[in-house]
Nanobody
C-alpha cells in the first residue's frame, strides 16, 4: 500500500487547512484510512479515520467538531478538513492505513492505538498564535 499525503502548511489560529491522502495498492476492498499526528516531545495521536466498508468515522476528542474526514472513492483520496485550528494542532500529520473490515467501534480502537500497518510520509501543520 502506498500513501501520499499533502496539504500541510502554516496558518494562523482560527484558520483552516485541508489535508489529502491518496492511496493505492490495496489488496482488499475493506480498509481504513486515518490521520495520525505527532508533535515534538509528545506521543503520537490518532486524529481521525474513515472506513471503506460503510464510511464510519472516528474523531479524537481533541478535534471533534473542528475536523471533518471524507473520502472520494473515484480519486482514491481521503481528505481531512481542519477548521478553527489551534496552536496545539501543530504537528506532523501522517496518513496511515490498515486493511480489514472495520466498523464504528473497531475503527475507534484502531485509531486510538494508531497501530496502522501502512504509513505515508508526514506533512507539517503549523498553527501560529
Amino acid at each position: 500500500v502506498q500513501l501520499q499525503a499533502s496539504g500541510g502548511g502554516l496558518v494562523q489560529a482560527g484558520g483552516s487547512l485541508r489535508l489529502s491522502c491518496t492511496a493505492s495498492g490495496f489488496t482488499s476492498n475493506y480498509y481504513v484510512i486515518g490521520w495520525v499526528r505527532q508533535a515534538p516531545g509528545k506521543e503520537r495521536e490518532g486524529v481521525s479515520s474513515i472506513t471503506s466498508s460503510d464510511g464510519s468515522t472516528y474523531y479524537a476528542d481533541s478535534v471533534k467538531g473542528r475536523f471533518t474526514i471524507s473520502r472520494d472513492d473515484a480519486k482514491n483520496t481521503v481528505y481531512l478538513q481542519m477548521n478553527s485550528l489551534k496552536p496545539e494542532d501543530t504537528a506532523v500529520y501522517y496518513c496511515a492505513s490498515e486493511q480489514g473490515l472495520y466498523y464504528s467501534g473497531s475503527v475507534a480502537s484502531l485509531t486510538r492505538s494508531a497501530e496502522f500497518t501502512s504509513w505515508g510520509q508526514g506533512t507539517q501543520v503549523t498553527v501560529s498564535s
